[in-house]
């Protein structure tokens, strides 16, 4: 009679994350190992359960931990005033830095899995729905049924430029150490991981602590300049830090106009413990580190549609690159500024046009310049 309920239970958390031990099964249910075996030997029979999620190591997925965000944008139809109500155009679309990372990804034809947290509401079901549906895991993501999705809200002018945007992502405080902890599992069954600065500082810790021990290679993605203060002071065990010019500013603690101050703050990040580091310009293009210097590459030209997410597509093509083995910095950042141009020319914060061959297309003129 009390089996049925036990067995639901178990069966959540093993959809939950497929990784899970039977130990860790029966630490979480205050059940027997044996009895935590017969409920599975059960599910196995009844075909809910198909075997244990182990991976051949070409299949790892790169696992995203991060936001999954609800974005809107609001633009005006005329020029902008302030403290009136403004006339406006409004579109909603999935963003968040990690999972608009992870959708670039899985059209790269890349593994991918998102670790995030989601909430009850409608916004967080059209998110769940869309990365499945773009062949992104989600299912160790966190589900807080109480909750609001996150969102991102940006106002923009008649003329396209973002004039401020407000950041409602109460819900990532959740992705705390200890659920970090609880999908240790899958983490360690990834290829690569790639975290935004959604995440608490402490959970960030983790993810360095843990690479730092000779885990899976962890990239960092920078979110905005407020959310540095995420980033931990140590960062050993940092494979690839990614950030834009204003972000190493604030991390810097000043402004940092020329080449060479670029060049000082990424030796001092280094003294910090990462090993390397692309800094993200913009149009004009981005420093990746070469052993005590910077290489410079610069930006494709392209007619700019919509700038959102060219800095997620960069990123994740940079990810891709290193994810299939290819240490080379020069070849990720080609391969990240195609990815790039591709999205500012698409209306979209994921370009439809992405696939490897279109990545595939671009030239890395490495020793060249
Ligand atoms: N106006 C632009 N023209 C050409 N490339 C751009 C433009 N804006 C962004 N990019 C590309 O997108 C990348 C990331 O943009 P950037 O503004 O530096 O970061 P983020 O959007 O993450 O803050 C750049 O390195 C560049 O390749
Ligand atoms: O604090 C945050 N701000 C903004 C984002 C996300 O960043 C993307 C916009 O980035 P950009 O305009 O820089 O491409 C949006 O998808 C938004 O949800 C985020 O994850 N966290």
Redesign the pocket.
């Given at each position: 009679m009390s089996e049925l309920p036990k067995k639901e239970q178990l069966y959540e958390l093993i959809r939950a994350n497929p990784f899970i031990s039977q130990q860790e099964l029966a630490d979480q249910m205050g059940l027997s190992r044996s009895a935590v075996a017969g409920h599975i030997a059960s599910l196995i029979r009844e075909r809910r359960l198909l075997g244990r999620a182990y991976v051949l190591p070409d299949e790892r997925p790169i696992l995203c931990i991060?936001?999954a965000?609800l974005?809107r944008k609001l633009r005006t139809l005329a020029p902008l005033q302030m403290g009136t109500s403004n006339p406006a155009g409004a579109s909603e679309t999935c963003?968040?830095?990690?999972r608009?990372i992870a959708e670039n990804l899985a059209r790269l034809g890349a593994p991918t899995a998102l670790l995030t947290a989601l909430g009850g509401d409608a916004a967080s079901q059209a998110l769940q729905a869309h990365a499945e549906a773009a062949g992104i895991d989600m299912s160790g993501s966190l589900k807080l049924h109480g909750m609001a999705s996150?969102t991102?809200t940006?106002v923009l002018d008649a003329g396209g430029e973002?004039v401020l945007?407000l950041?409602d992502?109460a819900l990532y405080e959740q992705l705390s150490p200890a659920f970090l902890a609880s999908r240790a599992p899958q983490r360690s069954a990834a290829a690569l991981v790639a975290a935004?600065l959604?995440l608490p500082l402490d959970s960030v810790a983790l993810l360095l602590a843990e690479a730092r021990s000779g885990g899976v290679p962890l990239v960092i993605v920078a979110?905005?300049q407020p959310?540095m203060a995420r980033l931990p002071l140590d960062l050993r065990g940092l494979q690839l830090l990614i950030l834009n010019r204003g972000e190493l500013e604030t991390r810097a603690g000043r402004a940092l106009p020329t080449e060479a101050d670029v060049r000082a703050a990424c030796l001092e990040l280094q003294s910090q413990g990462v090993q390397d580091i692309i800094v993200t310009c913009g149009a004009a293009g981005v420093y990746h580190t070469i052993p005590g210097d910077l290489h410079w590459m610069p930006a494709h030209e392209v007619d700019v549609v919509d700038?959102?997410?060219?800095?997620?597509a960069f990123a994740a093509a940079v990810c891709w690159s290193l994810a299939q083995g290819d240490a080379d910095l020069t070849q990720a950042c080609a391969r990240g500024l195609q990815a790039a141009a591709l999205t500012l020319q698409s209306p979209h914060?994921v370009s439809p046009a992405l696939s490897a061959d279109a990545i595939a297309s671009a030239v890395h003129h490495a020793g060249q310049e």
């Open positions: 991060g936001a965000n974005d963003g968040g830095v990690a608009n996150g991102y940006a973002m945007a950041a992502m935004d959604n979110v905005s959310k700038v959102t997410g060219a800095g997620d914060t």
